[in-house]
């Protein structure tokens, strides 16, 4: 497997788990009080399906194929999200500390992707979406500072 395909595989998973997250996050918050937080996680989600989906164009103009799945990983995230769902409800501080939880973990994934030898392709790609992840990161930050108040 070349570098190249193993970064995609992995951050394809990595872009398939938040959009999932934001996706339950959004519902999650949908009918509260909080409904535009919904609809920008909804939105969040959204980019990382059309991100998701530019890694796997790239990776079948290569003929690399690439398991959308989520990982492991992202599934524990998942279900942490549950068990604070629990505790919390439908409370938006609980919801943004998880979603910040899973954007840490996936600008770490951007992180660890851009240090390897990719083709100039890829780089681009996973340079321009390494910018995209760390600004929702940092939105998501803001706004949960914004409701620990």
């Known amino acids: 497997m070349s570098i190249d ?3 995609t595989k992995d951050l394809v998973k ?21 409904s535009e937080l919904a609809t920008r996680f909804a939105g969040y989600a959204r980019d ?9 164009a790239l990776a079948h103009a290569y003929g690399d ?7 492991t990983a992202g599934a524990v995230h998942r279900g942490w999200m ?3 769902d629990a505790l919390s409800g439908h409370d938006a501080k609980g919801v943004l500390n998880a979603s910040l939880q899973g954007e840490d973990h996936a600008v770490a994934e951007y992180e660890k ?3 390897e030898d990719l083709s100039p392709g890829l780089r681009e790609i996973v340079s321009r979406q390494m910018a995209d992840i760390t600004k ?6 803001t706004l949960q ?4 108040k």
């Open 5 to 7: 395909e193993k970064v």
């Open 82 to 84: 549950a068990v604070k």
């Open 136 to 141: 929702v990161r940092d939105e998501v930050r």
């Open 113 to 115: 992707a851009i240090t």
């Open 65 to 71: 194929p690439v398991d959308e799945d989520s990982t």
């Open 14 to 34: 990595t872009l398939e788990n938040g959009k999932d997250g934001f996706e339950k996050a959004s519902q999650k918050l949908v009918d509260s009080n909080e």
């Open 145 to 148: 500072a914004a409701h620990s």
């Open 48 to 56: 990382r399906a059309r991100m998701s989906g530019e890694l796997t």
